[in-house]
């Protein structure tokens, strides 16, 4: 059983504190998990707040023979689906906070750590959904081939494949300087 489950064990036997503790593990994996559907932070945020709050009112869905991590996950794909389909289509761009300057050697290192992160992330935007998930749920959220599976419902093997073909892809889209971020 996942920390996560055992937490939630002990909040259905009365210990309210340890809904804080899934709250920790949880919160903002799922809000990142999220937000790759719905493209704005605050209603990932919305919708992750009411994924977990469905813990509470909804105590006997969750049977413990997946990980509270995958259940909380399946819930919240579902949710940002749903919330896909009824809202308007509206762009928002948001302004990043200025850093104080640092030491100009540690700054290059971060703007060149960024750049990298940030060409990751435009190149896994441009996968096709299901590889794009399936990229994140094993390689940013760690989650096993088999729960991922669970949450993307598919079969392990089709998780498998959708990896192979997601790193072919990652590697024609970020060329030659692909191969170190890889």
Not at 31 to 51: K, M, P
Not at 77 to 82: F, H, I, M, Q
Not at 109 to 134: F, G, S, T, W
Request: proline content about 1%.
């Amino acid at each position: 059983m996942d920390n996560s489950a055992m937490h939630y064990r002990r909040f259905l036997d009365g210990e309210e504190s340890a809904f804080d503790e899934i709250m920790k593990e949880l919160f903002h994996c799922l809000v990142f998990f999220i937000n790759g559907y719905v493209q704005d932070i605050h209603a990932a945020e919305d919708l992750a707040i009411d994924t977990l709050s469905d813990l509470i009112v909804h105590p006997k869905r969750y049977n413990f023979r997946v990980s509270l991590k995958t259940y909380v996950f399946m819930i919240g794909r579902s949710r940002a689906l749903d919330y896909i389909k009824r809202r308007k289509i509206i762009r928002f761009t948001e302004l990043s906070d200025a850093d104080i300057l640092e030491d100009s050697a540690v700054l290059e290192e971060k703007i060149l750590a960024d750049q990298r992160k940030r060409a990751v992330h435009n190149a896994i935007a441009r996968l096709p959904r299901d590889m794009a998930e399936a990229v994140y749920l094993i390689y940013f959220e760690e989650l096993s081939y088999n729960d991922a599976a669970a949450v993307l419902k598919k079969n392990r093997k089709q998780v498998d494949n959708l990896l192979y073909r997601a790193k072919k892809e990652l590697r024609s889209i970020l060329g030659e300087d692909g191969e170190q971020l890889l």
